[in-house]
Every structure is written in structure tokens, then in C-alpha cells.
């Protein structure tokens, strides 16, 4: 072999051990990045939950420090504009209808706290024992997903101009 041909040789077998290196290099990176990506959507799952805990003991603090509210949201009383009670009402309605909406926004693209039955269920029992609960979610139904405004169609008993 002549000396430009063991040279050339050299050079190609560098090129391929540089090629063969790059590779395992690049994969070396991509699986990095997915490690970081996995770590990063476990994170906003676990945040998203925590963030759900949070506005659910909101939620529950408004019927602890007001149990007068409870017959509202739970047992299907209705509350007239003018009762002591409709302005706290109305904001508890307002409360629930932006966090059970938060929940369809979400749905699909986090993890949930609770499986989407359970939600579900908790969601229809509160707007079918809540008549201002559903006049809100009316009333305002432009700032709500479809989801949420047909689920509170499907259960309305009461007349927009009652509440």
C-alpha cells in the first residue's frame, strides 16, 4: 500500500469514528431531553393537581365560614335579588362556575386530582342542586366552555328572570 493510501484509510477511519461518535452524541442528547421533558410534564401534573386542591378547600371554606350558602348549591333552594344572601351567592356561583370550567379546560391535557367520572359527578350534583349556580353559568355562558353551558342547560328548572 502506498503511503497516500494508508493515509486516505487513516482519514476515512477517523471520519467514521467521528460520524459513529456524533451519533451516539446526538442520541446521548435526545434522550436527555426526554428524561427533562417526562420530569417537566410530572411537574405540571403535579402542580395542576395541587393548584385543583388549592380551589377545592377555597371552595370548601366558602361553606364553612357561611353554611347558610349550603342550601343553595346543595338542596335546590333558590335565592331572590334582595335576600341578605344573593350577593354571597351569586359570588360562590361564580367561584364554582370558574373552577368547574378550569377542569373542562383542562381535561385531557394534565393529569387530573380525581378521574374524569368523579368530576363529572361532583359537577352535574352541584349544578342540578343549585339553581343560582345555573343562572350564572346562563347568564354569563359567553365566558364558559360549551361543556360546562350545556351541562347547565340540561339541568336548569328555573327561569333567568326567577333568580
Known sequence: MTPFE???????ALQLTLAVGGFWIV??????LINQTELLRHSVDVTSSASVGARQLEV?????????????????????????????????AQLLANYFDT???QRG??????????WCNYIGAHIQGSP??????LQFKGWYTTHLVE?????????LERV
Open 6 to 12: 494508508v493515509s486516505s484509510l487513516a482519514i476515512s
Open 27 to 32: 442520541y446521548k442528547t435526545l434522550r436527555i
Open 60 to 92: 370548601d371554606e366558602i361553606f364553612l365560614d357561611r353554611p347558610p350558602l349550603r342550601k343553595y348549591f346543595f338542596d335546590g333552594v333558590s335565592v331572590e335579588r334582595g335576600h341578605p344572601d344573593y350577593e354571597a351567592a351569586v359570588a360562590a
Open 103 to 105: 377542569y373542562f379546560l
Open 109 to 118: 391535557k394534565y393529569g387530573q386530582l380525581y378521574a374524569d367520572e368523579a
Open 132 to 137: 343560582i349556580l345555573r343562572w350564572y353559568i
Open 151 to 159: 351541562l347547565a342547560q340540561s339541568h336548569d328548572k328555573t327561569s
